[in-house]
């Protein structure tokens, strides 16, 4: 029962994070935003089945795939997220469609790594998809923060801003922004060369 808890914890999670990143947010580089992972990485190692006791060796790779997997995914979202400031500077993240693509190939890795496992006849509970989340966190909050303090983003946020009324980002610039244009994320406005001479 403790694997199924996992499991449902970490959809859980995903599910609030994923839907919180699609919106316009801002961001507190003071705020402690290694927490979660760390709670999540202690939680996950707690559990006593984190690796198959009949497959010890087969359980190790696949618990460290799915770490590489994780911290892959994070730098892919950190990367990815729109970061921008507004004129009372705030910084403000939102995570792009590029984002999402990251995610989704995120999630057919570990369905890979997950049938591959089964294949092998190896027993996985949701402790290594939980530790591999909490990698993927970690790592996105570490680059959030220090990409939010190269924007020149103050200690703490001015003012919170309701979901509705939150200030949208512009179009990036092509060479680097102003602090009051968002900061490009990878793949954002991206458009073919031949369709620029048209």
């Known amino acids: 029962m403790p694997g199924l808890v996992n ?11 994923i839907a919180r990143q699609f919106r316009a947010r801002a961001i507190d580089t003071d705020r402690r935003w290694w927490l979660l992972p760390v709670i999540l990485a202690v939680v996950s190692l707690r559990e006593p089945g984190i690796l198959d006791a009949h497959h010890r060796a087969e359980s190790a790779v696949l ?13 892919g979202w950190g990367w990815t997220t729109r970061i921008w400031t507004a004129p009372d500077g705030v910084v403000w993240t939102k995570s792009s ?8 190939v995120g999630i057919a ?3 890979g790594v997950f ?18 989340l909490a990698g993927t966190l970690l790592v996105r909050g570490g680059i959030l923060a220090w ?8 200690s703490r946020p001015a003012q919170s801003c309701p979901a509705q009324s939150c200030p949208a980002p512009s179009r990036p610039a092509p060479s680097r922004p102003a602090p009051s244009r968002p900061a490009p994320a990878y793949g ?3 458009r073919s060369a031949w369709k620029e001479r048209v």
């Open 7 to 17: 499991v449902l914890v970490t959809v859980a999670v995903v599910a609030i994070v």
């Open 63 to 75: 618990l460290v795939v799915e770490l590489f997997i994780g911290l892959v995914t994070g730098v």
């Open 97 to 104: 469609k590029a984002s999402g693509a990251v995610w989704g």
């Open 109 to 111: 890795l570990r369905v």
């Open 115 to 132: 049938a591959l496992g089964s294949a092998l006849g190896v027993h996985q509970g949701g402790s290594a998809l939980m530790l591999g």
């Open 147 to 154: 990409r939010a303090q190269s924007v020149g983003a103050p």
């Open 188 to 190: 954002d406005d991206e």
